[in-house]
């Protein structure tokens, strides 16, 4: 069986997921096999897994940074926030159902015997598994309903780095107050990590003596604040709190606008561009930012009906079309390929209560949503209209989408590596995407961390400006990799990893 350790939280957002991240890839270059978990992970941003199941982007991550395959055992209960719906309920990777709060907290039971079957399999499997908790363990009104935090840790008998997040402010407060908080719990909480300091350590050192002598806990790192780890961020937090990014602009600059939607997923499609010497990339939902931009691109949603009227609320349907009238590339990912189209037909309400609405008519499809969702890994060859038809080979991704789309379909071919979702039906190859003028749109997420792919995209689009291509291409797999090198690094050079080796008697 495995040993266990477990990163936990003051709140969201404090940093637990990347800790967790940078642990994995430190024990395994230590030779150690290892691999995340997380019992119950609240995300849109998600990953599919060569079982076809469905699971957080963030275990994707971690599973990178361990160097092994990602499996829906890694995260055994992801929830999906569908507005005033509930949460879609994803349990080992497939859709269960959607559930409103107190429907979920009824089915503990049940989420906890998948949460406690898929940790029992990676434990067989592993040397050491790395077990993220979500938010804070300290919701006083949510302790008898826990699968994710104290009760896992009790389960794996796995001791608790607890990190705080010096940036929000009252950090040693938080630390102290969930100690006290989490009661007879506070003794697997062994040690507490600061993140995201600015300044000069020795200026925090009567702090961090104070807090281990009211609590007994050691402080075993003080990490840096860095702006930029060049890695993929965990949910939609972080586009609200730095909604503009710029790369170091060398070469005229190609502006890329993506439509904050109110509920945009996989927002990390767009993550590659960031790498991109010629790229200027925001998300926004401002008309002047879309009908200024050289290509304009609306992202997966986990509601598409509600943020097409969210759109058209805005105005920011009429935007789109004076961004497409005045020569920028339109582009739609997976529900922003949905509105790309001329109709959105939900007969059963899978989405909304609205069985028909128009889409934009920037495409010649229409999109019929029922009861199954496909969640599978892909490989796709362009069809050979317009960019990438020339010895590109095929293009990896992964789609994840209710409904399907009819019309003029056929810009990829697409192979299917793993059938999830998709109970009785056997499809091997079918065509995806559509393209109309300058407006194209498919269901591949991950399309875009195929380097020649957005190199040829990103220069069709310059020459569609007058400017010339740079044609360069910029190693998205390797720049990742560097990523998640760099912030093992960070966190070996600050944190006490000897006293976590202790921890787990290695």
């Not at 730095?242 to 939607?261: D, E, H, N, W």
Request: hydrophobic share 40%; charged share 25%; proline share 4%.
């Amino acid at each position: 069986m495995a040993k266990a350790l477990m990163v936990q939280g003051t709140g969201s957002g404090a940093g637990k997921s990347l800790i967790a991240a940078a642990l994995l890839r430190i024990f395994r270059d230590k030779g150690l096999s290892v691999a995340p978990y997380k019992s119950q992970n609240m995300a849109l941003n998600s990953y599919v897994t060569m079982e076809g199941g469905e699971i957080g982007r963030a275990q994707a991550l971690q599973a990178e940074a361990a160097r092994i395959e990602p499996s829906v055992h890694m995260n055994p209960v992801l929830l999906k926030a569908s507005g005033e719906m509930g949460s879609q309920v994803v349990l080992q990777g497939k859709v269960h159902s959607t559930m409103k709060a107190t429907e979920y907290y009824a089915f503990r039971k049940e989420a906890w015997e998948a949460a406690r079957d898929s940790y029992s399999r990676l434990s067989k499997a592993y040397d050491i598994i790395v077990i993220e908790g979500a938010g804070s363990p300290a919701e006083i009104n949510l302790m008898d309903v826990d699968i994710v935090n104290m009760a896992m840790a009790r389960h794996a008998k796995a001791p608790v780095i607890l990190v705080g997040d010096i940036d929000k402010g009252g950090v040693f407060a938080s630390l102290y107050g969930t100690v006290k908080l989490v009661g007879k719990n506070r003794r697997w909480i062994k040690a507490f990590v600061i993140n995201k300091f600015r300044g000069d350590v020795e200026i925090l050192r009567p702090g961090l003596d104070m807090i281990t002598k009211k609590t007994g806990v050691p402080v075993i790192g003080v990490l840096p604040y860095v702006s930029d780890l060049g890695l993929p961020e965990e949910d939609g937090m972080a586009l609200s709190q730095s909604p503009k990014y710029r790369t170091g602009i060398s070469a005229a600059p190609i502006r890329v606008v993506v439509v904050r939607l109110r509920y945009i997923s996989n927002f990390t499609d767009f993550d590659p561009f960031y790498h991109e010497p010629d790229v200027e990339i925001s998300f926004s939902a401002s008309g002047s930012d879309i009908e200024n931009a050289d290509l304009v691109i609306i992202p997966g949603t986990k509601n598409t009906m509600k943020d097409l009227a969210y759109m058209r609320q805005l105005g920011l349907d009429g935007s789109v079309r004076k961004a497409r009238d005045k020569g920028a590339m339109v582009m739609g990912m997976c529900g922003g390929y949905q509105m790309l189209g001329r109709k959105i037909h939900d007969p059963g309400c899978v989405e909304s209560d609205c069985v028909e609405t128009d889409g934009l008519g920037l495409l010649d499809l229409d999109t019929l949503f029922g009861p199954e969702k496909r969640t599978r890994r892909v490989e796709a060859t362009p069809a050979g209209t317009g960019w990438g038809q020339k010895g590109l080979g095929p293009l990896s991704g992964y789609e994840i989408h209710m409904g399907e789309s009819v019309g003029e379909v056929g810009l990829f071919r697409v192979k299917a590596l793993s059938r999830g979702g998709n109970p009785g039906r056997d499809i091997e190859e079918y065509a995806d995407g559509s393209r109309k003028g300058n407006c194209w749109g498919t269901y591949i997420h991950g399309i875009f961390d195929n380097d020649r792919f957005r190199r040829d995209m990103l220069d069709t689009v310059r020459r569609m400006r007058g400017l010339e291509p740079l044609q360069s291409c910029i190693d998205y797999g390797a720049a990742r990799e560097k990523g998640i090198d760099n912030l093992a690094r960070m966190v070996e050079e600050n944190m006490d990893i000897p006293f976590i080796e202790e921890l787990l008697h290695l």
